[in-house]
């Protein structure tokens, strides 16, 4: 295992050194936007509540799209389902929610339409 | 018969089909031998689904048997066979044929399962309606137009479209006349009230058995009831005679009186008494003891003795009484009659 | 190179107790699971002697309700998922190629806890009663129950509900992870394409159990008020959960004898199995279709029209998957030289069977139909068509399939006819006659019937055919019995096998293959058969192998759910603590002790290889 | 080499998680873990969507729930949540300390978080709302508390963790276990969104 190691010294290892340092920069910039964005998304769904200025079915409809990108933001930034070599776990997790939404659906939907 | 049934090569197969099928079973009982409207219209999906089904069993079975008998291997006979990976045409016509047999089966499907809850709602001025609970483990049967509540046997006049409303006052049961009608289940809290419907056949003075269909606690296969249909004058009777009915329509005092001291807390006759077990207005004229012994003395006597001992589990409670006592008040519910 | 040879040889008992090797844990899956297999089995004839006759008072009321619902519990979570994950065990590492699966431990972990979930809730018979509400412990008929015979129930299977799960995850990883080189998705065998498809199901169906059974016993420890209409519970929400999972666990049970019966009809046959393609996507797709269709088991709840005629249609389309499945057992036949081994008999055995369940499955996929036969005998006649007449046929026919790979020898043939044919024509006369039970107004879950309502006959006729059953079941044990006292007596391929697991000496190395081989088609041993090599091409040179240490911690860490499912059943806090602290500490051990395994060296394989041991 | 070997650069690989088969298989396996959580969690969610308006004489949730108490904790898992993710970087970089430095204050955010939450029930059983006054009152403890648990038991997990690896540096059998736990972190906070969108804010709307 770690076949690449053998010969440190090597400009190849330099350069891909080089390389994965301004990857993980990138990728805590990446981090960092996200925060911010949850924060705000967060901010935004509280408010819209708080102010009670917009309509309930339109605030309810509106703060479960901000739930879902912000969880986008979660999945695929801070855990990094967008990485390579997670297909499995896409496949997984999308597996999962779809069994999840029609457990819910079932649960708060279905009971009541008799 | 039904419009859709009327052409094609199934009709002689249904005949045969529905031949061979209603010999089955009792009378009264059976889903094999339809009497109302419902029951029937069911009887129908059923042979449809039979008929396609018995179909695709032919079909596999005849081309089973012929493989395990033409492909055995032969004594001596070492040779390999060819691999084969497969045929795309065989493939895919095993893939359509089936849908297409679904198609068939599926369009009955939902036309019935529509039909049969449309007309669930509370009924019309004309048509009858009754509300059902379910306890463990008998049944209660109120007539709210007709402001009457029983138990264990609902009367019911000829070719009448009956609605039920049904609920449960404890656990889940489910209620079933096999040849009336499908099953529906009654459940607890008004939130899951349900609906449904069936039509009582042309036949008068019959008596069909009914089952609680959902495991309800111990005495659950015990849980049978009766649906007698009448004629529409009959009926008529029934229900002015049942309304007539009091405490005092039989003739036994002493009964009388020790029924009135133990049992109308919870039995109602007539007007009076609880109802947290089954009226027994017009008892003398029932068809079973609990809803399952035959309708005598020596039943009645053994039930008010040990409630448990005949229907384990149920609620009611073992009444502290002498052997004269039961006597008398056997007396007294027999001679409970109506008018 | 230092490594941590920290290993230490067990025998014995403690060998049993500690084991991670998959093959062992299959062994003990197949040895309990086969156990509680004998225990439903015996509580089904009960149930049948008590109604060979109409009015019979031998097994009434209560006790009844008790019998049939730990048949069926007992049958579903503790027999039949038991033995498919023995087989999943002993056969899909050795399919894939792998050395073992990918978390030995948790699959320990697995094994006990399912072994211990199951004692706990078949303890209940001698501490106040089993559970009596049916195996789907419908509320509120399982809340209001007064015993403790559901706080069994809910506590034992949500132990071994948790083992399933470990068991799934770890076969999903398995296979997705250690497929030896070559071994690409489209050339696993059925079986093991079988066992990654039920894997997934068990994943995404039981959370859904999980959380049914900490509604259900949160309800009845501690007063919660889910299904109590009076507090606003609704009592549709178990339905929906039970039913969630419910349904998938039928496929959760039925796909791995798909995959066992493609295995067997194909080497049986000496044929490739007939559109290998459309099976493995036949099988997905019923797995998928699998979660969309529940509410078929609750037509007559009252949910509507429009439910019932979507979920209606979707479960007449597994149908066709399934038919697809049927044609292509029949055209692997087909040309093929069939050779009826009693493992072949019984996959025989198994297409027809199917078919019939099959087909009264479509049947009850009507609604309006399905309100006659919702509840009655022909819906037990039904799952039993496609449960036993499926399900347990292909374990039987598995088990004489590979039982000399497991237990190195081969099981007697003779014996193996007469248990076939005693079973399956036993098999037939208890069930067919229940479909017209059914129709004839017999409702499911009854003690007793009267006489006179023409029940009588069939009813009698079934009860004869149980213990038809009975008898082959115990000729199967009386085989079992006279192999294990005999010599070790097979080759490594006895059936002429055309998959991995039949390229390794017997008895199989505990590291599996000495050499990982390379995998050039599929039925990757009749590749290299035909092109006369007789055995596997290795991908890798020998080397040093690593093995993972046994541990006792797995069966301690079960100990302790066991434990505080007594503290839990009987409300004694201190001991449901004492149990969930020693489950704590076991977990806690296991984190900070460094286990990494110990090597065999080159040497010792090597002298495997010479000596035909590996 | 050995797994339980401290890592240099020199032969730090570019997914320390990833590098053995071991490792490989607890990634996927964890993954797959919490797909099968998502389900999970979705049947508690169902249940208390499908409950939430029962709470018969109790106080409803509009009534109950106090939104700025929920806002502050949104805001500790929140950033919770970024600095594991920074734990996770630092482990990308071999930098053991800042990792620990970074899941220390992730423990600390979550403690307080938890805090937090047994104040609330605390408060809520006061105003009357008790696990057995009423369905919601089940489904609302029993939805929020299985979260609480997943939290308490992060918790015990990350301190198990780090004691055990305190004066070790990132080895090939510890980068996978730091590396689950982040991801158990982020999911344990997927959760926390739907609950206070869900749970809170449409609470708050009725």
């Known amino acids: ?114 | 018969m039904k419009k859709w049934l009327q052409k094609g090569r199934f009709l002689s197969l249904f005949a045969m089909l529905a031949l061979l099928l209603m010999g089955c079973g009792d009378p009264t009982l059976s889903t094999l031998i339809p009497q109302g409207e419902v029951a029937d219209k069911q009887f129908q999906l059923m042979l449809i689904s039979i008929s396609i089904m018995i179909l695709v069993l032919v079909v596999v079975f005849v081309l089973y048997a012929f493989v395990l008998l033409k492909f055995r291997k032969k004594k001596g006979d070492n040779s390999t066979p060819k691999q084969v990976e497969g045929n795309h045409m065989l493939e895919l016509l095993w893939t359509v044929i089936p849908i297409l047999l679904l198609i068939i089966l599926a369009v009955p499907t939902v036309m019935r399962t529509f039909e049969f809850s449309a007309d669930a709602k509370p009924a019309s001025k004309n048509e009858l309606s009754i509300k059902v609970t379910g306890h463990q483990y008998w049944w209660e049967f109120e007539y709210p137009k007709e402001e009457l509540i029983t138990s264990q046997e609902l009367v019911l006049p000829a070719d009448t479209k009956v609605h039920v409303e049904l609920s449960s006052a404890d656990v889940i049961h489910s209620f079933w006349i096999p040849s009336l009608a499908g099953k529906t289940d009654t459940n607890p809290g008004d939130k899951n009230k349900n609906y449904m419907w069936f039509d009582t056949g042309s036949k008068t003075d019959v008596v069909y058995k009914g089952k609680c269909a959902e495991l309800c606690g111990a005495s659950h296969a015990l849980m049978d009831f009766k649906v007698r249909v009448v004629s529409k004058e009959d009926y008529k009777n029934w229900v002015a005679g049942y309304k007539a009915a009091d405490d005092k329509s039989s003739a036994n005092a002493d009964g009388q009186q020790v029924f009135e001291k133990n049992c109308l807390s919870c039995h109602a006759v007539g007007q009076n008494g609880g109802n947290t077990g089954p009226s027994l207005t017009g008892f003398g004229d029932k068809d079973r003891v609990a809803g399952i012994l035959e309708h005598d003395k020596e039943n009645l006597k053994k039930w008010i003795k040990d409630p448990q001992e005949v229907k384990p589990g149920n609620n009611m409670p073992k009444v502290n009484l002498s052997d004269e006592e039961i006597d008398a008040v056997s007396d007294y519910l027999l001679g409970l009659k109506l008018k | 190179m230092a490594t941590h040879e920290s290993h230490k040889k067990r025998s014995g008992l403690m060998d049993w107790l500690t084991t991670v090797d998959h093959k062992k844990i299959g062994i003990l899956y197949l040895l309990a699971g086969g156990f509680f297999f004998l225990i439903g089995g015996l509580e089904a004839v009960l149930m049948r002697i008590q109604l060979m006759e109409p009015d019979s008072k031998i097994f009434t009321g209560e006790l009844y309700n008790q019998l049939l619902t730990m048949h069926g519990t007992t049958m579903i979570f503790l027999a039949a998922m038991p033995i498919i994950f023995g087989f999943m065990n002993a056969i899909v590492p050795l399919q894939l190629g792998a050395r073992d699966v990918a978390f030995p431990y948790v699959n320990a972990v697995g094994f006990w806890l399912f072994f211990f979930g199951g004692v706990l809730l078949n303890l209940s018979w001698f501490l106040g009663g089993a559970p009596e509400a049916g195996w789907t412990a419908y509320a509120p008929l399982s809340t209001v129950a007064e015993d403790t015979g559901v706080d069994f129930y809910v506590l034992g299977l949500q132990i071994a509900g948790a083992g399933t799960l470990a068991g799934g995850i770890n076969f999903l990883v398995t296979i997705i992870n250690m497929r030896a080189p070559g071994m690409t998705f489209m050339r696993m065998p059925l079986f093991t394409w079988a066992s990654f498809v039920t894997s997934g199901l068990i994943l995404f169906a039981f959370p859904a159990l999980t959380v049914g059974f900490f509604l259900l016993m949160f309800e009845r420890v501690f007063d919660a008020n889910f299904f109590n209409p009076d507090m606003g519970g609704n009592i549709l929400i178990w339905e929906h959960i039970f039913w969630i999972f419910g349904h998938p666990e039928v496929y959760i049970l039925i796909l791995p004898a798909f995959g066992i019966i493609s295995e067997v009809i194909s080497t049986f046959s000496n044929k490739r199995l007939f559109g290998y393609s459309a099976m493995v996507f036949a099988t997905v797709l019923i797995g998928f279709l699998g979660f969309m269709v529940w509410v078929h088991h609750m037509f007559t709840v009252g949910l509507g029209p429009v439910a019932n005629s979507i979920f209606a249609v979707a479960t007449m389309a597994i149908a066709i998957p399934t038919g697809v499945k049927i044609f292509n057992w029949i055209f692997t036949m087909w040309g093929g030289q069939i050779r009826f081994s009693t493992a072949m008999l019984f996959a025989v055995g198994f297409v027809p069977t199917f078919v019939m369940g099959g087909v009264t499955g479509v049947m009850l996929s009507v609604p309006a139909a399905d309100y006659q036969y919702h509840d009655s005998y022909f819906v037990v006649a039904h799952f039993h068509y496609v449960i036993v007449g499926g399900l347990i046929l292909g374990l039987f026919s598995g088990l004489y399939y590979w039982y000399p790979r497991m237990f190195n020898r081969v099981l007697n043939e003779t014996l193996g006819k007469w248990n076939f044919w005693l079973f399956f024509i036993g098999f037939h006369l208890t069930f067919f006659p229940q479909h017209w039970l059914g129709l004839m107004g017999m409702p499911r879950r009854v003690y007793t019937y009267m006489s006179g309502q023409d029940l009588d006959g069939a009813n009698f006729v079934s009860t004869i055919g149980a213990i038809l059953m009975g008898a082959g079941t115990i000729v199967l044990l009386i085989n079992i019995i006279i192999s294990a006292s005999s010599k070790y007596a097979t080759t490594k391929d006895p059936w002429d096998g055309r998959t991995l697991e039949w390229a390794m000496p017997v008895p199989t190395p505990e590291y599996n293959f000495a050499q990982t081989p390379l995998v050039r088609g599929l039925d990757a041993l009749y590749v290299e058969k035909t092109a006369g090599n007789g055995d596997m091409t290795p991908a890798e040179p020998v080397g040093e192998i690593h093995m993972p240490n046994g541990s006792i911690l797995p069966f301690i860490l079960s100990l302790g759910m066991f434990i505080s499912g007594f503290g839990f059943i009987y409300s004694n806090w201190y001991v449901a603590g004492a149990g969930l602290g020693l489950v704590l500490i076991t977990m806690f051990l296991r984190s900070i002790i460094d286990d990494h395994g110990y090597h065999i060296h080159k040497e010792e394989v090597e002298a495997d290889i010479k000596g035909g041991r590996a | 080499m050995n797994a339980g070997e401290r890592l240099t650069d020199a032969n730090f690989p570019a997914h320390p998680e990833k590098a053995t088969l071991e490792g490989k298989n607890k990634f996927l396996g964890f993954w797959l873990f919490l797909g099968g959580e998502t389900v999970l969690f979705a049947t508690l969610f169902g249940t208390y969507l499908g409950l939430r308006n029962m709470h018969l004489d109790g106080p409803s949730g509009a009534e109950l729930f106090s939104l700025p108490l929920v806002f502050l904790a949104t805001m500790l898992l929140l950033t919770s949540s970024l600095t594991s993710v920074y734990a996770v970087l630092s482990l990308k970089q071999n930098k053991v300390r800042s990792l620990q430095g970074w899941f220390l204050v992730t423990l600390l955010l979550g403690l307080g978080f938890l805090g937090l939450e047994i104040y609330e029930f605390i408060h809520y059983v006061h105003e009357g709302h008790t696990f057995t006054s009423s369905a919601f009152g089940s489904a609302f403890y029993t939805l929020v508390g299985f979260h609480g648990a997943h939290v308490l038991f992060g918790i015990l997990w990350i301190t198990t963790l780090l004691a055990r690896n305190w004066n070790r540096g990132i080895t090939l059998s510890n980068a996978p276990k730091y590396y689950l736990f982040a991801l158990y972190w982020h999911f344990v906070d997927v959760v926390w969104v739907f609950i206070f969108t869900v749970v809170y804010l449409m609470g708050k709307v009725g």
């Open chain 1, 1 to 114: 295992m770690a076949n690449h190691t053998q010969n440190p010294e090597t400009t190849v290892h330099r350069h891909e050194e080089i390389q994965r340092k301004l990857a993980l920069k990138e990728e805590r910039k990446h981090h960092n936007v996200s925060f911010v964005m949850m924060i705000l998304l967060t901010i935004v769904a509280f408010f819209a509540i708080w102010s009670d200025k917009i309509s309930d079915s339109f605030a309810v409809l509106f703060i479960l799209t901000l739930a879902v990108v912000q969880v986008f933001f979660q999945l695929y930034v801070w855990m990094h389902l967008s990485h390579k070599g997670h297909d499995f776990p896409i496949w997984g997790m999308a597996s999962g929610i779809l069994v999840a939404a029609i457990t819910v659906a079932s649960l708060m939907g279905l009971i009541w339409t008799s």
